[in-house]
């Protein structure tokens, strides 16, 4: 099942890499300009798996970085903020008797 949404999410950021790159330049230009082969950018628009650098940089360089970074940063301080709210209630309480 994890392998599923790994490939969905692979997909998803695909298809957007795609669409985004398709508006300004080819596979060939963005593989230039990124420092990849024309066959990675093909790779990850397939939603194939390749090297997260590589994957990472040409997000970054097709400005899609920051909505990836916004989602998990999200999703970070969320988990924190729930460990915080945990850690305080599980405090114990001291007795009032002196």
Same mark, same amino acid.
């Given at each position: ?8 999410l692979?997909k ?12 300004t ?19 990850i ?8 650098k590589?994957l ?5 360089? &097709?400005?899609? =970085?920051?909505?990836i970074q916004? +989602?998990? !940063?999200e $999703?970070? %301080? &969320?988990?924190? =903020?729930n460990?915080?709210?945990k +850690?305080r !209630?599980? $405090?114990? %309480? &001291?007795?009032?008797?002196?």
């Open positions: 099942m994890m392998q599923n949404k790994a490939d969905e692979l998803s950021i695909g298809k957007l890499v795609k669409n985004v790159r398709s508006e330049m080819d596979q060939s230009e963005l593989g230039k300009r990124v420092g990849v082969s024309r066959t990675t950018i093909s790779s628009e397939r939603g194939i798996g390749v090297n997260s590589s990472f940089n040409v997000v970054s360089f &097709l400005d899609l =970085a920051d909505l916004a +989602a998990v !940063n $999703r970070a %301080e &969320l988990i924190e =903020a460990r915080s709210r +850690a !209630n599980n $405090r114990e %309480e &001291l007795s009032n008797d002196f």
